[in-house]
Nanobody, 118 residues
């Protein structure tokens, strides 16, 4: 059974930082591209960042470039999202997604809430 469990969300002031983690189990983690998505109230889910299987390839949404960093630890089946310089508009539920590199097979985590507020 595949599980993706996000953690690290919370309430932070504008300009603050958070580090999200997504721990995967039940799959061969190194065969999956990993992504972070977010969904704000009343909005569609949007891609935030993606990292390739070996961690050498990353892509970011324009809205978070230079502020967020995605990384992964294949030995511990975990992907991270380091978020700095948080803005009010970063408030959303953040979801982890694992996509098998050679097919459309994918899995979602349950999400973790990030709230940026003064």
């Amino acid at each position: 059974q595949v599980r993706l469990v996000e953690s690290g969300g919370g309430l932070v002031q504008p300009g603050g930082s958070l580090r999200l983690s997504c721990k995967a189990s039940g799959l061969t983690f190194s065969m999956y591209d990993m992504s972070w998505y977010r969904q704000a109230p009343g909005k569609e889910r949007e891609l935030v960042a993606t990292i390739g299987t070996a961690g050498g390839t990353t892509n970011y949404a324009d809205s978070i470039k230079g502020r967020f960093t995605i990384s992964r630890d294949n030995a511990n089946n975990t992907v991270y999202l380091e978020m700095n310089g948080l803005k009010l508009e970063d408030t959303a539920v953040y979801y982890c997604k694992a996509k098998f590199s050679w097919s459309a097979l994918h899995y979602w985590g349950q999400g973790t809430q990030v709230t940026v507020s003064s």
